[in-house]
């Protein structure tokens, strides 16, 4: 079974940048479209960021727009998060997910339940 694990979280100031990482078990990296996905409790996991098996296009949640750079290394079967500009807002686990479907071939969903496979998440705390 594919097994994803994210690294990189932390805790840092407003304003700080993080990179975080996803690897992944397997060498079938390059068939999935990828997506990050952040959670705070009693809350519902929403979508930050996606990024389609080619690394052709990406996607991004507004509130992160600008800021924020997914991109992928099918080479080293790894998908990363460059997060600039941090903000007290952003603190929340962050996962990185999988979605093996050939509807996703081309366009990162933003559907969480549209995703395959899941890592354990990363925290990340940004104090102001």
């Known amino acids: 079974q594919e097994q994803f694990i994210e690294s990189g979280g932390g805790l840092v100031q407003a304003g700080d940048s993080l990179r975080l990482s996803c690897a992944a078990s397997?060498?079938?990296?390059?068939?999935?479209?990828m997506g990050w996905f952040r959670q705070v409790p009693g809350k519902e996991r929403e979508f930050v960021a996606g990024?389609?098996?080619?690394?052709?296009?990406?996607d991004y949640a507004g509130s992160v727009k600008g800021r924020f750079t997914v991109s992928s290394d099918n080479a080293k079967a790894a998908l990363y998060l460059q997060m600039n500009s941090l903000k007290p807002e952003d603190t929340a686990v962050y996962y990185c997910?999988?979605?093996?479907?050939?509807?996703?071939?081309?366009?990162?969903?933003?559907?969480?339940?549209?995703?395959?496979?899941w890592g354990q998440g990363t925290q990340v705390t940004v104090s102001s």
């Open positions: 397997e060498r079938t990296f390059s068939a999935y479209t």
């Open positions: 997910a999988a979605d093996s479907s050939p509807r996703a071939a081309w366009t990162p969903s933003r559907v969480s339940h549209d995703y395959d496979y």
């Open positions: 990024i389609n098996r080619h690394g052709s296009e990406t």
